[in-house]
T-cell receptor
Framework: KAGVTQTPRYLIKTRGQQVTLSCSPI?????VSWYQQTPGQGLQFLFE???????NKGNFPGRFSGRQFSNSRSEMNVSTLELGDSALYLC??????????FGPGTRLTVL | GDSVTQMEGPVTLSEEAFLTINCTYT??????LFWYVQYPGEGLQLLLK?????DKGSNKGFEATYRKETTSFHLEKGSVQVSDSAVYFC??????????FGTGTSLTVIP
């Protein structure tokens, strides 16, 4: 089976812009979670989707949003980018009640 | 609330030294427990897991035992190698879909 894929792998944006990141889960996995990883804050949970519905949400401002499509692919969007949004964004997929499988991440740099 | 407390790093060891990374959790029930590893420039990979009390997870020479009485899941390896240099994350799954991650422990093994 193919693993979790994320696109793009690297992204450079400027403050005030918006960005959309994409994640394709492992085939058959219906749960997709997103995390933000920074050197200072570690791994921070953003949100989790299951069957196109957001089930869990972390403590992030409304500028961070996501969605899931009927094929389980997921996107996350960040609007009005700030310098502090520079991070590695990780996507993980899982089957209900099992371990998460992570993608390689998207490295976002905000200038 | 539910949380994971993980030993802070960074940890630096000489090759062939013994490794312990402490992890304790706070949860209202009996979660599944995991250790993930992140090599430089990559996403997280599952290292090992345990789903019930007294289970021992093992992989690549690493071991961890699910201790219900002390709510702990410490990671150990008898003889580390330079290739083990990475960041290690303790995590638990509770309620079927909510993962909780520790802050990560950076390990550097020097020859």
């Amino acid at each position: 089976k193919a693993g979790v894929t994320q696109t793009p792998r690297y992204l450079i944006k400027t403050r005030g812009q918006q960005v959309t990141l994409s994640c394709s889960p492992i085939s058959g996995h219906r749960s997709v979670s997103w995390y933000q990883q920074t050197p200072g804050q570690g791994l921070q949970f953003l949100f989790e989707y299951f069957s196109e519905t957001q089930r869990n949400k972390g403590n992030f401002p409304g500028r961070f949003s996501g969605r899931q499509f009927s094929n389980s692919r997921s996107e996350m969007n960040v609007s009005t980018l700030e310098l502090g949004d520079s991070a590695l964004y990780l996507c993980a997929s899982s089957q209900q009640g099992n371990e998460q499988f992570f993608g390689p991440g998207t490295r976002l740099t905000v200038l | 609330g539910d949380s994971v407390t993980q030993m802070e790093g960074p940890v630096t060891l000489s090759e062939e030294a013994f490794l312990t990374i402490n992890c304790t959790y706070t949860a209202t029930g009996y979660p599944s427990l995991f250790w993930y590893v992140q090599y430089p420039g990559e996403g997280l990979q599952l290292l090992l897991k345990a789903t019930k009390a007294d289970d021992k997870g093992s992989n690549k020479g690493f071991e961890a035992t699910y201790r219900k009485e002390t709510t702990s899941f410490h990671l150990e390896k008898g003889s580390v190698q330079v290739s083990d240099s990475a960041v290690y994350f303790c995590a638990f799954l509770w309620g079927g879909n909510q993962f909780y991650f520790g802050t990560g422990t950076s390990l550097t093994v020097i020859p």
